[in-house]
């Protein structure tokens, strides 16, 4: 199994910038298609960006493609989410993901629970 932990989040203002980082622990992330998900109150929880294991092919929601972007760091073993132009829409937690199944299964939503493992989530507030 993977143990994922989601340090940061934070409070930033309309426009700004933020990145997010998932550490790994108990096995590589490029064993997994990681990704990230977001929850918004009162929302369901929405899928964002994923990258897959092995190739490292990315895929994002039509609502982040452009301003988000996801990538490995394999010698930290940690997988990131770099958000830039951030809108007060894009306010949620955050949640980082890993599971076995290729990033098509993934964004299939053939994981019921979205995916096999998650961290904790972390904030992200965006204010106008």
């Known amino acids: 199994q993977v143990q994922l932990v989601e340090p940061g989040g934070g409070l930033v203002q309309a426009g700004d910038s933020l990145r997010l980082t998932c550490t790994a622990s108990?096995?590589?992330?490029?064993?997994?298609?990681t990704g990230w998900f977001r929850q918004a109150p009162g929302k369901e929880r929405e899928f964002v960006a994923a990258?897959?294991?092995?190739?490292?092919?990315?895929y994002y929601a039509s609502s982040v493609k452009g301003r988000f972007t996801i990538t490995r760091d394999n010698a930290k073993n940690a997988v990131y989410l770099q958000m830039d132009s951030l809108k007060p829409e894009d306010s949620a937690v955050y949640y980082c993901?890993?599971?076995?199944?290729?990033?098509?299964?993934?964004?299939?939503?053939?994981?019921?629970?979205?995916?096999?493992?998650w961290g904790k989530g972390t904030l992200v507030t965006v204010t106008s």
């Open positions: 993901g890993a599971d076995e199944a290729s990033l098509v299964m993934v964004v299939a939503g053939v994981n019921e629970n979205g995916m096999d493992y």
């Open positions: 108990g096995r590589t992330l490029s064993s997994y298609t």
């Open positions: 990258l897959d294991g092995h190739d490292e092919t990315t």
